[in-house]
């Protein structure tokens, strides 16, 4: 029996004779690589399409976060101005100078508000004031739309007039790399 089925000593061998032997000296082929056909390559490019899409809505998603953020520290700001009327101002939206957003206000050396009179006003809007190593007279901040605000008054004490006013509107370096 031990010629039909291959057996040794500790059991059945895999190596079963078969009737086909190749010839000494020959090489086995390499098995063929199949190129992807027209399905495949549809396929994926659908996939990374989707990918793409995915990116650019998650992208846009965190940059009109970052706008409305924004949006609501200009208009923030904007009520401020009509109670305390400011020299000169400016408003950079996020994305473009830098990631964040930023309004800033000058008052006149003269007839600006004091710096206690501002800081009040801020804090009954919901403003809270911080410890800060700025060298600033009041560090504030507030959240909007999932980011931190934050606005810096710039005076030499709360009696004397204010110079400036910055504030500050954080967005993702994400959302303004893809807009």
Same mark, same amino acid.
């Given at each position: 029996?031990?010629?039909?089925? @291959?057996?040794?000593?500790?059991?059945?061998?895999?190596?079963?004779?078969?009737? &086909?032997?190749?010839?000494?000296?020959?090489?086995? !082929?390499?098995?063929?690589?199949?190129?992807?056909?027209?399905?495949?390559?549809?396929?994926?490019?659908?996939?990374?399409?989707?990918?793409?899409?995915?990116?650019?809505?998650?992208?846009?998603?965190?940059?009109?976060?970052?706008?409305?953020?924004?949006?609501?520290?200009?208009?923030?700001?904007?009520? =401020?101005? &009509?109670?305390?009327?400011? =020299?000169?101002?400016?408003?950079?939206?996020?994305? !473009?100078?830098?990631?964040?957003?930023?309004?800033?206000?000058?008052?006149?050396?003269?007839?600006?508000?004091?710096?206690?009179?501002?800081?009040?006003?801020?804090?009954?809007?919901?403003?809270?004031?911080? !410890?800060?190593? =700025? @060298?600033?007279?009041?560090?504030?901040?507030?959240?909007?739309?999932? &980011?931190?605000?934050?606005?810096?008054? =710039?005076?030499?004490?709360?009696?004397?007039?204010?110079?400036?006013?910055?504030? !500050?509107?954080?967005?993702?370096?994400?959302?303004?790399?893809?807009?």
């Amino acid at each position: 029996m031990s010629h039909t089925v @291959p057996v040794s000593d500790s059991g059945f061998v895999d190596e079963a004779h078969t009737g &086909h032997q190749r010839p000494q000296g020959r090489a086995p !082929r390499p098995a063929r690589r199949r190129r992807p056909g027209p399905v495949g390559a549809g396929f994926a490019v659908i996939v990374l399409a989707m990918l793409a899409f995915g990116a650019w809505a998650w992208s846009g998603r965190m940059h009109a976060d970052d706008v409305a953020a924004f949006e609501s520290l200009a208009h923030e700001i904007d009520e =401020l101005d &009509h109670s305390m009327t400011p =020299l000169g101002h400016s408003e950079i939206p996020p994305c !473009r100078d830098a990631p964040e957003g930023t309004v800033t206000r000058s008052y006149p050396a003269s007839t600006g508000p004091q710096a206690a009179e501002l800081v009040g006003y801020l804090e009954q809007n919901g403003w809270v004031r911080q !410890r800060s190593n =700025l @060298p600033v007279f009041a560090h504030l901040t507030r959240p909007a739309e999932g &980011h931190l605000l934050t606005i810096d008054v =710039l005076a030499p004490s709360d009696t004397s007039l204010v110079g400036s006013l910055s504030a !500050r509107s954080p967005a993702s370096s994400l959302g303004c790399l893809l807009r």
